[in-house]
């Protein structure tokens, strides 16, 4: 630890030096412009004046002495020297005290650490990658948060649409069944030429020749009408089911939520 040999002179309790109202009377405005002319000096008065330039090199000793880590003597070069090294730490000192507090942050395009930089407190990187976001509700001041991609929910995704197919099963035919087509006729009773079932009466714009009354009736035709008497009824085929494909889009990937960015170094103050 350095030390300041430039000790104050007569600052006890009980000293004897001039006071302050004496020092700076009217009666005495001369002698500390001039200093001491002729005649024999009062004791407290010239204590005064030693007192006042011992105090002032023990000030300025004690601040080389402090934040220079050199002894502070009355060589002048080495006293000077120490004083303008004492004076950079002191102000770095009291300046970043006072603009870079613990827990402030500092950033910058420079590796350096910053207690290398400016000789003041530790500090520590944040983190590789981190950004800032202002504290409030939900963000507490220190907290950390966010990642570097998202892969959307089911929630999160658009409304849309896909494409669908199902395949060609289902092809197949039916049977006829069995069909039961009755009718019969008759012969010309002198009335009627009796007709049943699939049998009816045509004409003779048929050209179609039936059977004459005997009282001059009209030629009749007996047309043949197969869907008056169908009974018959097809197979039960054709029980299928389908597939059915629905097209899928997408693979899932993670994608990057990152804002266009400047990279820097970014410290904060722990001590």
Partial sequence: MATNY??????????????????????????????????????????????QGTSAGYSIGQLVADFSGKDATTDAKTLYAGFQEALERFFKAKMFDAIYPVGSIYITTAATDPSSLFGVGR??????????????????????????????????????????????????????????????????????FPKWGAFVWGDDRDNKRGAKGSGGGENRSVAFDASRAWTGETSWNGNHSHSVSIGNTGGGQAFSIRNPYLAVYIWKRVS
Avoid: C
């Fill in 6 to 51: 430039l000790t104050p002179f007569a600052n006890g309790d009980e000293a004897n030096v001039a006071s302050e109202a004496t020092w700076t009377s009217d009666a005495m405005r001369s002698t500390v412009q001039k200093g001491f002319r002729s005649g024999i000096a009062r004791s407290e008065l010239v204590n005064r004046a030693l007192v």
């Fill in 123 to 192: 500090w520590e990187r944040i983190g590789s990658g981190r950004g800032l976001i202002d504290a409030g509700s939900g963000f507490p001041a220190g907290s950390t948060g966010g990642s570097e991609t998202r892969q959307l929910s089911i929630n999160e995704m658009p409304a849309h649409s896909h494409a669908g197919s199902t395949d060609w099963q289902g092809n197949h035919a039916h049977a006829r069944g069995s069909m039961n087509i009755t009718g019969a006729f008759g012969y010309w009773d002198g009335t009627n």
